[in-house]
C-alpha cells in the first residue's frame, strides 16, 4: 500500500463540534516517502483546521479532559498562569486567543510586505529615467542595424560573384585532367592483359612442374617402401629360425617333466593306502576310552550333588549366623547413636539458652538505631521540601527570564531587520541623484580633477530622528547639495559633469554665503511652535552658515493647525510641521504621506537611532542572559542538592525497613529457639527409654550365635570327607581324557596328511595333461614358423623387381623436371618487366586522382559557400543573391561607405557577420 494511517471516531450526537455530521472521524495518513495527510470524514483536511475544532471542546493534546497519571501531581501544584490557562481552555476562552495571535501575526506580516513593496517601487522609478535613454539608444541602434544590412547585402552579392568566377575555372581544369587520367587508364589496361597472359603460361607451366615432382615424391616413396619391405622380411626370417630353435629346447625339457611327474603320482598312492588303515585302527581304541570316560563322569556328577546339598545348609546356618551379627552390631551402633545423639541435644539445650540471651540483648540495640534513623527519615524529609519549594521558585523566574530574553531578541531581529534595509540603501545611496554621486566620488580619488569638495549636505548635518523628517521637508532637493570652499570648484565640478554627462547637481560655495533675516522672537512664543528649523540640526560652522541661508526662516511646529494659524498672523516665514507638511509664505501647501520611501536625512538619523536602540537592546539581553545563568547556578546546586538528600532518604528508608526486618527475624528466631528447647526436652527422655530395650534385645542374639555355630562345624566335616572322594575320581577321568586327546591327535594328523596327499596328487595329475598340451602346442608353432619363412622369401623376390622399374621411370621424370624449371624462369624475367612499367603508370594515375579530388574539393567548396552566403542573406535579409546577381549590373558603392561620425554615434555592439 506505501502509507500506514490511524482513525478516531468521536460522536457527535449532542453537537458539541461545528459539524453537520453525527459521527466524526479523524485520520492521519503517513506515507513511505514521509508525506503526511489529515482527513475529516475521509475528506482532505489541514492540521490547524482539525485543532480549531477541537479548541473549545477540552480535547486536544494539551487540554484539561485527559490528564496523564503522572502529571496530576504537577496540575495540582500548578502556579496561577498555568491554572488560568486551564480555566481559559474550559471557558472557551483560548480558542480566540488562538485566532487574535494568527490574525496579529497576519498583519505584521502584510506590514512588512507593504514596506517593501514601497521600496521597491521607488526603486523603479530611478530606474525609468535609465530605460527611456536605452529606448531612445536602441532606436538609433535600429538605424545603423539598416544601414549596416544594405553595406552587407552589397559585400555578400561581391562575393558572390567571385565564388561563381573561381568556380568555373576550377571546372575547367578538372575536364583537362579526365582526360589525361582516362589515357593512362588504358595504357595500364593493356600493360595488365599482358602481365595475365604470361602469368597464365607460367601457371600452366607450374603446375605441369608440380605434377611431375609429386609423381618423382611418389617413385621416391615407393622405391624407400619396397626396400624396407624386403629388409623387415629378412629380419623376420632370422627371427623365425630362432624362435624354431627355442620351441625344439623347450619340447624336450617338457618330455622329461612328463616322466618325472608320472614317477610320482605312484609313490603317493602307495602312502595313501598306509595312512588309511592308521586312521581306521585309531577311530576304534577312540571310542573304547570315550565309554570309560562317561562312566567315571556320572560318578563324579553324584558325589557333587551331595556336596551341593551340605553346602546349601552351610550357607542357610552362616546366613542366620551374620543376620544375627548384623543384628547385634545394628544393635550396638544405635546404642551409640543414641548415647552421642543424647549428648548433642544436651550441648544444644545449653547453646540454645546463650542465644536467646543474645537476641534479647540485639533487639534492644536495633529498636534504639531504628528510632534514630525515623528521626533522621523526618528531618530530610523536611528539607526535601523546602528545596522542591525553592526550585519551582527558581524555575518559574528562569521562565519569565526566558520570556524576557525572547521578547527582546525578537525586537532585537526586526530592528536588525529594519537596519540591514536602510543600511543597504545607505551603502546604495539611495535617493542621491546621478550628478550629486558623481561629485562624491570623484573629490574620493587621490588625483580628483575636483577640487574643494567638503560633502553632500546631508551627510555634513545631524538631526535628531523626531526632527529629521521637517527638517528635510524644508530643505527639499538642497539636501543633496554639495558644499564647495569656492565659487571656482562649484564651477569647476560642474564643467566635470557637462564634459562627462553625469548628471545634475547643486552647489553652495562658501565664499558667496550671505546671512539671511531671523525670525521675530514672538512668533517663537507662539503655541505648538518646536523652534527654528536651523537652530535643530548638529553641525559645523561652515555648514550650519550655509543652511541658515534657507532655514533662518523656517518654523518647525506640530501640526498643520499650529502652521495655519502662525501663517494667518505672519506670512514672511515658512512652516514645516513634524509629520512633513509644508506651508510656504505665500500660501502653498505640499505633504501627505509617500509610501515607502524614508529620506536621506531620515535615514541616516533613524540608523544613528536604530544603531542606539540595538545596543541598548544587547546590554539588556547581556544583564538577562547573566541573571539566567546566576539563577540556573543555583538550581543546578539546588538539584544537586535535592538529589543527594532524595538519595540520603532513599538509604534511611533502607536501612529502617532493614532494621524493622531484623527486629521480626529476632523474634521470630527467639520462639524458634524456646520452641527447639521443649522439643529437645522431650527427646531426651524418649532415648532413655530406647536405650534399655536394645540391652535386652542383644543377650538373646548371643545364645542363638552360639547355638548356630556347633550345627556349622558337623557339616563342614562332612564336605571334606565327599570332597575327597570327588577329587580321586577327577584324577582318574583326566588321564581317560588326556588319552583321548592324545588319540584324537594322532588321528587328526594322519587324516591332514592324507588330505595332503590327496591334493598333492590331484595337482600332479593336472601339471601332466598341461605339459602334455604345451608339447603339441610348440609342435604347432614350429611348423607355422616353417611356412612363414618360405612366404617372406619368395616376397623379396618379387619387391626387388619392382625397384628396379621405379628407378627407371624416376631418372626420366627428372630431366622434363629441369626443362620446364627454365620455361618458368623466362617468364618470370618479363613478368617484372611488365610490372615496373605497370607502377609507373599507376604512380602517374595515383597523382593525377590527387590533383582531380583537390580541384573537386575545391569546386564543392566554392558550391558550398555560394549556397551557405545565399541561405544566410535569404534568412537574415529575405533576399535572394541569384536574382540579385541577375538583374544587378554593379554594386552600389555608396552603400560600402559610411561617415565616422554616425560610426562613432552608433555605439552599437560588434557584429561577427561571418
Known amino acids: 500500500l506505501g502509507y500506514a494511517e490511524v482513525s478516531l471516531t468521536i460522536q457527535n450526537n449532542k453537537g458539541l463540534l461545528p459539524l453537520e455530521y453525527t459521527e466524526v472521524c479523524i485520520t492521519r495518513r503517513l506515507y513511505t516517502s514521509g508525506e503526511s495527510e489529515y482527513l475529516v470524514n475521509k475528506q482532505a483536511s489541514r492540521l490547524k483546521d482539525i485543532r480549531e475544532l477541537f ?46 495571535k494568527s490574525a496579529l501575526s497576519k498583519l505584521e506580516h502584510v506590514e512588512q510586505n507593504l514596506l517593501r513593496v514601497g521600496d521597491i517601487i521607488e526603486e523603479l522609478q530611478k530606474q525609468l529615467r535609465s530605460v527611456k535613454i536605452q529606448a531612445s539608444r536602441a532606436r538609433k ?85 619396397n626396400q624396407d619391405k ?31 611327474t608320472n614317477n610320482k603320482i605312484t609313490e603317493t598312492k602307495t602312502l595313501l593306502n598306509t595312512l588309511e588303515q592308521e586312521i581306521s585302527r585309531f577311530v576304534e581304541i577312540q571310542k573304547t576310552k570315550e565309554t570309560e ?282 512652516c514645516v510641521t513634524l509629520d512633513g507638511d509644508l506651508l510656504e509664505p505665500e500660501g502653498t501647501i505640499s505633504g501627505g504621506k509617500r509610501q515607502g520611501q524614508v529620506g536621506i536625512i531620515s535615514r541616516k538619523s533613524e540608523l544613528k537611532k536604530i544603531e542606539e536602540e540595538l545596543a541598548q537592546i544587547r546590554q539588556t539581553l547581556e544583564k538577562l542572559e547573566h541573571d539566567k545563568r546566576i539563577l540556573i547556578d543555583e538550581l543546578t546546586g539546588l538539584e544537586v542538592e535535592t538529589a543527594q538528600l532524595a538519595k540520603r532518604i532513599d538509604q534511611v528508608n533502607i536501612q529502617r525497613i532493614s532494621k524493622d526486618n531484623e527486629l521480626t527475624q529476632n523474634e521470630r528466631k527467639q520462639e524458634e529457639l524456646v520452641a527447639e528447647k521443649k522439643i ?94 604345451q608339447i603339441q602346442y610348440i609342435i604347432n608353432e614350429s611348423q607355422n614358423c616353417q611356412q612363414k619363412k618360405q612366404k617372406a622369401e619368395e616376397e623379396i623376390k618379387q619387391l626387388e623387381i619392382l625397384i628396379s622399374e621405379f628407378q627407371a621411370k624416376k631418372v626420366a621424370l627428372e630431366e622434363t623436371i629441369d626443362s620446364l624449371k627454365t620455361d618458368r624462369e623466362e617468364h618470370d624475367l618479363k613478368v617484372m618487366e611488365l610490372n615496373t612499367s605497370l607502377e609507373e603508370k599507376r604512380a602517374d594515375l595515383k597523382q593525377t586522382e590527387q590533383q582531380l579530388q583537390e580541384l573537386k574539393l575545391k569546386e564543392n567548396e566554392c558550391q558550398i559557400r555560394i549556397l551557405n552566403l545565399e541561405e544566410r542573406v535569404r534568412e537574415e535579409y529575405q533576399l535572394d543573391l541569384s536574382n540579385l546577381d541577375a538583374t544587378t549590373g554593379e554594386i552600389n558603392l555608396e552603400l560600402m561607405t559610411t561617415t565616422p561620425a554616425e560610426t562613432a554615434d552608433a555605439a552599437t555592439p560588434p557584429v561577427d557577420f561571418w
Do not use: W
Open 55 to 100: 479548541l473549545d471542546t477540552g480535547f486536544s493534546a494539551s487540554a484539561y479532559s485527559v490528564i496523564e497519571q503522572g502529571n496530576v501531581e504537577a496540575l495540582l501544584q500548578a502556579d496561577s498562569h498555568e491554572r488560568r490557562f486551564l480555566f481559559e481552555e474550559a471557558a472557551g476562552i483560548s480558542k480566540f486567543k488562538a485566532r487574535k
Open 230 to 260: 624386403v629388409k623387415y622380411d629378412h629380419e623376420r626370417i632370422k627371427e623365425l629360425d630362432t624362435q624354431r630353435e627355442k620351441y625344439s629346447e623347450q619340447q624336450k625339457s617338457l618330455e622329461n617333466k612328463v616322466y618325472e
Open 293 to 574: 570316560q562317561k562312566q567315571i563322569v556320572f560318578e563324579c556328577d553324584l558325589l557333587y550333588q551331595g556336596i551341593e546339598e551340605k553346602k546349601s545348609e552351610v550357607i542357610s546356618i552362616l546366613q542366620k549366623g551374620s543376620s544375627l551379627q548384623n543384628e547385634i552390631g545394628s544393635l550396638s551402633t544405635e546404642n551409640d547413636a543414641l548415647k552421642s545423639r543424647k549428648m548433642r541435644l544436651a550441648k544444644r539445650q545449653e547453646e540454645i539458652q546463650t542465644f536467646v540471651e543474645a537476641l534479647i540483648s540485639k533487639h534492644q540495640e536495633t529498636t534504639k538505631e531504628k528510632n534514630a534513623l525515623t528521626e533522621e527519615f523526618n528531618s530530610l524529609d523536611q528539607k526535601l521540601s523546602a528545596s522542591k519549594g525553592r526550585i519551582q521558585e527558581l524555575v518559574n523566574t528562569v521562565r519569565s527570564l526566558d520570556e524576557q530574553i525572547n521578547q527582546q531578541k525578537q525586537l532585537q531581529s526586526s530592528k536588525t531587520s529594519r537596519y540591514e534595509v536602510l543600511m543597504d540603501y545607505e551603502m546604495r545611496s539611495e535617493g542621491v541623484g546621478a550628478g550629486a554621486m558623481a561629485i562624491l566620488e570623484e573629490a574620493k580619488k587621490n588625483d580628483a580633477s575636483v577640487k574643494g569638495i567638503k560633502g553632500m549636505i546631508a551627510d555634513l548635518l545631524k538631526v535628531d530622528l523626531p526632527y529629521a523628517l521637517a527638517i528635510e521637508t524644508a530643505l527639499g532637493e538642497r539636501v543633496q547639495g554639495i558644499v564647495a570652499d569656492t565659487t571656482d570648484n562649484a564651477v569647476q565640478a560642474l564643467t566635470f559633469l557637462q564634459k562627462n554627462q553625469k548628471g545634475h547637481a547643486i552647489f553652495f560655495p562658501l565664499d558667496r554665503i550671505s546671512s539671511h533675516a531671523t525670525v521675530p522672537e514672538e512668533i517663537l512664543q507662539k503655541p505648538d511652535v518646536v523652534g527654528i528649523a536651523s537652530k535643530l540640526i548638529n553641525s559645523t560652522e561652515e555648514v550650519c552658515k550655509v543652511i541658515g541661508v534657507f532655514l533662518n526662516n523656517t518654523i518647525v511646529v506640530k501640526n498643520l493647525n499650529a502652521a495655519l494659524f502662525l501663517n494667518g498672523h505672519s506670512r514672511t516665514v515658512r
Open 680 to 773: 529437645n526436652a522431650n527427646e531426651m527422655e524418649e532415648i532413655h527409654v530406647e536405650l534399655e530395650k536394645a540391652c535386652e534385645r542383644e543377650k538373646v542374639l548371643q545364645d542363638e550365635l552360639r547355638h548356630l555355630g556347633e550345627q556349622h562345624r558337623q557339616l563342614e566335616q562332612q564336605v571334606e570327607e565327599s570332597s575327597m572322594l570327588v577329587k580321586e575320581k577327577e584324577q582318574l577321568k583326566k588321564n581317560v581324557q588326556d588319552e583321548i586327546t592324545t588319540l584324537k591327535v594322532g588321528l587328526a594328523q594322519r587324516q591332514e596328511k592324507r588330505d595332503g596327499l590327496s591334493n598333492v596328487l590331484n595337482k600332479l595329475q593336472v601339471e601332466l595333461c598341461e605339459m602334455q598340451e
Open 141 to 225: 541602434y535600429q538605424e545603423y542595424v539598416e544601414h549596416l544590412k544594405k553595406l552587407k547585402v552589397g559585400l555578400s552579392l561581391r562575393n558572390y560573384r567571385d565564388l561563381k568566377s573561381k568556380k568555373v575555372s576550377v571546372s575547367e581544369q578538372i575536364g583537362y585532367i579526365e582526360e589525361q587520367s582516362k589515357k593512362t587508364v588504358e595504357d595500364i589496361a593493356e600493360l595488365e592483359m599482358q602481365i595475365h597472359e604470361i602469368e597464365d603460361a607460367i601457371k600452366q607451366l607450374a603446375q605441369q612442374l608440380a605434377q611431375m615432382q609429386t609423381d618423382t615424391i611418389n617413385l621416391e616413396s615407393q622405391i624407400s617402401n
